[in-house]
């Protein structure tokens, strides 16, 4: 008997070590081990900043055994993710980022061997089932990379909405910009749905972040309509173009011999048919222009045409054909492509092209070319909000421009001895809507972030598990962006800690357009010392400005 029972105890505890995601546990811990030890060998910020992390890690997942939390296992797989980020950022061996990748891959297995009745309650749970990356695409003739989800699960979630969104970033480098898809709404529990997302990430967009010859991160990740992260994939993947591969030629249709009828609302100089502009919506805050089954895009040769015929809606991918609206002053706008960085203008010989770069977006008040006149079609008002219908006029130019009937981007004067005036009486411009009130002093500086664009922001930042990911986001977004101040103590509300609260004002101040209007800030600080250093912070950037 005694026998017996010992034989029985030896197969309880073989049942215990054989649960399911066991396995990947104990190799994610030795995978950390070793990402910690080459850190430490490698010296400087890399062994600063992950040595005692990792290591702290690993110990955390060690710990993790069965029964364990669903919701534990999706935060360090989380943490994981962000000290791979942190492994790159500050130049850590590529064994050492490596090493936490993959520790990352093993930490959602081990969270899907788990599966969703580990969860608590009606706590939601989500799966990714794995993510592929297609090299040598093209998007809209460009080269670019595509990234494939093969299925998604969710659990827990029959009537809420959900999102896709995914960001990248070089292997050495920040993460880039959220792209976000439509939201949609989960019909059945459990809900699986094949080949849900092909995401393309264009050449021009992965030049623009490539700090490491061509070495990227991407991640997809699942958000609720709540803006909550449900779960999240990342892979590693090396962009590699043919040197024979160029941009292909715009789509041209030919021109008919017939006049083309005139649009409904169109407006007619020279007795041509001029089509309006349909203004689409192009997310966080950017609108897009289309007319003539094209979009209006910014190339990387700081030109400007109209693209192929595509329908009315911007894939989330095309970042050439999305403008933000700046105000021009007088009633008038201009329209820069953060992408390229460059504002569409009409130049001295008609043409439609882009600007010089202005990194941090700002219109120059003597920019003239740069500044466009909205003309509503009846009916409609003067304002570039998605679903209106308006043309565009060049005031120092006195010429419209448009898309042609055969795809091309042209410019035309208005018929008739007196041209539109360079400015319509009584046209004044809406104030500015930051998403903090009709009476925050910072926002009438175009830079500002715009309410759309803010509150996305606001979304991710709450999205993160993690304070020190809250951190790199907010100072890597603010290392290209602009906030008011208000805006910026809407930031400091998301951060618990006063030394992380000092840390991201040390390294975002700049990039407060109204410093002047921070000080008083200082009150979201428990500490005094600390209230002390953020004014003078402040009160430093301040007086930069003021000199």
Known sequence: MSSTGGLVVVLLSGVVFAQPGAADLDEAVSTLDFAAVRARRAGGRCRELLFERTLKQADQLDALRPPGKARDLAKAGAEVSELSSLAGVNRCPDEVQASLTQGGVLVESARLAWGPGRREGNEPWAALAGLEVVLNERANGEDAVRLHVPELTLVGLRGESFYFASRFRAVDGAWGPWVATQKWSVPADPFRWAD???????????????????????????????????????VAFTATWSAQRGPAPAVVVAPTPAQPAATPGAVQPNNQSVAPFLIVDGGKGLIGLYSQERFVRMTDKAGADAGGPTPSKLPPSWSWERFRVVDGGNGLVALYNPTHRRFLRVNDRGQVDASDVRPRGDLPSDWSWERFQIVPVPGQAAALSPGAQVLLFSPVHQRYFFVSAAGTLETIAPSGAAPLPAVVPGVVAPPRDCGTGPDDPGCQDPRAMNKPVWQGFLAMIRAEFSVFQRQRLIESRLSNEYVTARQFGQVLEEIMSDHLKLEVTRNTASHVIDPQNALGLSSKFGSPFSRDDFVKLMGEQTRKLQR
């Not at 264009?202 to 990740?221: I, K, M, N, P, Q």
């Open 196 to 234: 849900p997302l092909n995401h393309l990430l264009r050449r021009s967009a992965l030049a623009e972040l490539d700090t490491s010859g061509g070495r990227f991160v991407a991640r997809v990740s699942v958000f609720s309509g709540r803006g909550q992260e449900l779960t999240f994939r990342e």
